[in-house]
């Protein structure tokens, strides 16, 4: 079944959006959140379990000290009030990844409550108000096999791996936001965008959404213009790049519209989204929280985060990405429109790592905004998804500096990088793509030139000088763009 979609800019002559987003992020501790069990990515399957995480009888929980302290670290980036005193709660519901038939998650009392995030758009700013950060363990995973699709419907059988069952996930909820219009779908990305680089900035987790570290689920809803109501929302589950945060919001967007237009009404129901379509379908109906039967777990001690320790937290909380900004803008010496265009290319933290790595910022922009943003667009990704790190540039900037090679063959050094080949240096090494010196064989390569061309020859040495650009380009070509174009010159120049 396809949906009927209403254009981008129609939807807007007659509804308002307002989005929601409820962030799931994996705590990069080395243990899960009840058990001592292993965090680590990509064990073989159920290697990583025991019986508390298996949700074996008798097996009893301690709260992970490390998990606790990274949710109050972001709750205080995020500007958040600290709970003084909460606990933990049991969310039942039957699923074969939720071995123990319930969820350890917090309900009425999360950790913290009550910030917000500052995200910028073409140059405004959209407060987004953070309704709470509470502290909940990650399910197991299911595999179904069998089917064409990967999802439960049409498979065979399903397998379960507990490794992920109980690694500590930080949920981060926002409050309704209106009032973005046509810029909704790019205040939810400028959003996740602005979370994730803080979350790397406090180093709690590794934050990569490909290997859903970090996921999102994407609240869309639309009202009539000047309704005073606003309408029923779905939920887009598991959105797993920036990109595609966007895509959702305004794929939802055209399809409530001829939703509304047709029926009047949306269901209130969670969606799937299609990375290669871009399109979401139906999921679920949305449970109410009354369906989970909440209550608070026995088998945990309240937590109570005493006030010097939050407050020793709070004092020692790095550098934050919009602090960060201002900072290097100023150091770097660059426009705050500059700055929005590095910010819109999600390009701030990685120039910026590339000039802490030894590159100059005028190089580091100059790559990360020309070349890796070129190769970033054409493959469809995010700049900072590219297979290249700013270590990487930072080396690559040197060895142009260094006169190793010159920007045609570090371009190619850069496809290699990418290619997986291995660091700038090597790739130079292992494709031969450093600049000749003043070899035999480019002594040849001039003397064949001039050779070659005896009437270009006969005209430079008549003084018509800027016809040498000729004999320049053909040893240029002869030695595939290997040569150093000034030192190709002057080697004409004394031999004319
Ligand atoms: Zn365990």
Known sequence: MSDTLVDFDEVL?????????????????????????????????NTQTCPVCLGLPGSLPVANAAAIESTIRIGLALGCRIATWCRFSRKNYFYPDIPKGFQTTQYDEP???????????????????????HLEEDTGKNLH????????????HSLIDYNRAGIPLVEIVTRPIPGAGA?????????????????????????????????????????????????TRTETK?????????????FEMRRQAAVLDREGHVLQETRHFHEDTGTTSPGRSKEEATDYRYFPEPDLVPVAPDEEWVAKLA???????????????????????????????????????????????ADARKWWLGELARRAN??????????????????????????????????????????????????????????????????????AAIEANPDVAEKVRGGKVQ??????????????????????KRMLEERL
């Open 378 to 447: 054409d493959a469809g990704v995010e700049l900072s998804e590219l297979a290249v790190t700013p270590a990487q540039v930072a080396e690559l900037v040197g060895l142009v500096s260094a006169g190793t090679i010159n920007d045609q063959l570090a371009r190619q050094a850069l496809d290699g990088v990418l290619a997986g080949e291995g660091d700038p240096a090597a790739v130079v090494e292992s494709r031969g793509l450093a600049v000749m010196g003043e070899s035999d064989e480019l002594v040849s390569a001039v003397e």
């Open 238 to 250: 598991n959105v797993n790049s920036l990109r595609s945060v966007e895509r959702a919001v305004r």
């Open 145 to 156: 096999v069998g089917g064409a699709t990967g999802r439960i419907h049409g498979a065979d």
């Open 315 to 361: 004092a020692t909380l790095p550098e934050l990405p919009a602090a960060r900004r201002a900072r290097v803008s100023e150091e770097w010496g660059i426009s705050p429109t500059e700055m929005a265009w590095l910010v819109n290319a999600g390009a701030v933290e990685l120039v910026s790592d590339t000039v802490a790595a030894g590159a100059s910022p």
């Open 183 to 231: 810029k909704a779908p790019e205040v939810a990305k400028a959003y996740v965008t602005e979370l994730r680089s803080i979350l790397l900035a406090l180093g709690v987790s590794e934050v990569r959404m490909e290997q859903g570290n970090l996921r999102c689920d994407v609240n869309t809803s639309l009202a009539p213009i000047g309704s005073l109501e606003w309408g």
């Open 111 to 133: 950790l913290c409550t009550a910030g917000h995030l500052d995200v910028e758009v073409d140059g405004e700013i959209y407060r987004v108000e953070i309704e709470r950060v």
């Open 13 to 45: 002559t007659r509804y308002e959006p307002v989005i929601g987003l409820e962030t799931h992020v994996e705590l990069g501790t080395a243990s899960k959140m009840f058990c001592g069990c292993s965090t680590t990515f990509g064990a073989e399957p």
């Open 467 to 488: 016809a040498i650009g000729a004999l320049v380009g053909a040893v240029m070509k002869a030695t595939r763009g290997k040569a150093d174009a000034a030192t190709v």
